[in-house]
């Protein structure tokens, strides 16, 4: 098993990446956020191209408890 398997970023540390197809910018648009379209730089299209989120997994805020997953922090004495 990998640490994933029982550790992951909660929601709102999960953000959007955007990219534009005419000239390629990218915005990095938080949760509960949407992308500036028409892309700000040329007017294009903009396209979701993926996720970026914490690459270390020190500081994911969800755990796996009894198959659900549950936020680190709404657990009393979790040690993270």
Wanted: charged fraction near 25%; include cysteine.
């Amino acid at each position: 098993m990998s640490r994933s398997d029982y550790e992951r970023p909660a929601f709102y540390q999960v953000n959007k990446l955007y990219r534009c197809r005419e000239c390629g910018h990218e915005q990095e648009v938080p949760p509960g956020f949407s992308a500036t379209m028409p892309c700000p730089m040329c007017g294009g299209y903009v396209d979701s191209v993926g996720v970026s989120y914490p690459g270390d997994p020190d500081v994911w805020d969800e755990v796996k408890v009894d198959g659900r997953w549950v936020n680190k922090n709404d657990i009393p004495g979790y040690g993270g």
